[in-house]
Antibody, heavy 121, light 107 residues
Framework: QVQLQESGPGLVKPSETLSLTCSVS?????????WGWIRQPPGKGLEWIGF???????YYNPSLKSRVTISVDTSKNQFSLKLRSVTAADTAVYYC??????????????WGQGTLVTVSS | DIQMTQSPSSLSASVGDRVTITCRAS??????LNWYQQKPGKAPKVLIY???SLQGGVPSRFSGSGSGTDFTLTISSLQPEDFATYYC?????????FGQGTKLEIK
């Protein structure tokens, strides 16, 4: 069973870089699929941040692309999110996730439990 | 970006009611439309993928339909555990987008 677990600071200062790591168990990242991040501001809806394919190709939300980097460390079976120059608007629950390929398309099939990151001085 | 618009944003209904939620895409997404259910404090879970395919383990009272730009999620007979927030999501583009959500509340 694929399991994902987010880790990282729960509080980040404005203008600094938010860094989160997702540890994966039950499946090897290097074997395939898209791995990525989705966030949800308190009381609001879901926002897709981006994905990284096991080969290293990345796809980012255009509205965040200039500030986001997603990378993978296959030796640790982890992938990471860096979001630069954060503001209070980046306060959210951040989920790491993996898609499921049903042949002709994909959906987000595996989610971490989510971690709240607050941007505040 | 493909914009996804759900309606209504919130809905009050009673146990046993039939409920329909609508999702509209800003351009054609053929059948690359998924529906998720989210309960407070939990990660979303997929209910329907490819517009109308029921995810394993999801009760048959949930159904999805549509193609192109217009899609619906129907719950045929609401159960107490169905009160939650529902999101549509397109996977037509490599830049995924979600609808804004529909909060289903008990009347």
């Amino acid at each position: 069973q694929v399991q994902l677990q987010e880790s990282g600071p729960g509080l980040v200062k404005p203008s600094e870089t938010l860094s989160l790591t997702c540890s994966v168990s039950g499946y090897s990242i290097s074997s395939g699929y898209y791995w990525g991040w989705i966030r949800q501001p308190p009381g609001k809806g879901l926002e897709w941040i981006g994905f990284i394919y096991h080969s290293g190709s990345t796809y980012y939300n255009p509205s965040l692309k200039s500030r986001v980097t997603i990378s993978v460390d296959t030796s640790k079976n982890q992938f990471s999110l860096k979001l630069r120059s954060v503001t209070a608007a980046d306060t959210a629950v951040y989920y790491c996730a993996r898609d499921v390929d049903y042949g002709s398309g994909r959906y987000v099939g595996y989610w971490g439990q989510g971690t709240l990151v607050t941007v505040s001085s | 970006d493909i914009q996804m618009t759900q309606s209504p944003s919130s809905l009050s209904a009673s146990v046993g009611d039939r409920v329909t939620i609508t999702c509209r895409a800003s351009q054609t997404i053929t059948s690359y439309l998924n529906w998720y259910q989210q309960k407070p404090g939990k990660a979303p879970k997929v209910l329907i993928y490819a517009a109308s395919s029921l995810q394993g383990g999801v009760p048959s009272r949930f159904s999805g339909s549509g193609s192109g730009t217009d899609f619906t999620l129907t719950i045929s007979s609401l159960q107490p555990e169905d009160f939650a927030t529902y999101y549509c999501q397109q996977s037509y583009s490599t830049s995924y987008t979600f609808g804004q959500g529909t909060k289903l509340e008990i009347k």
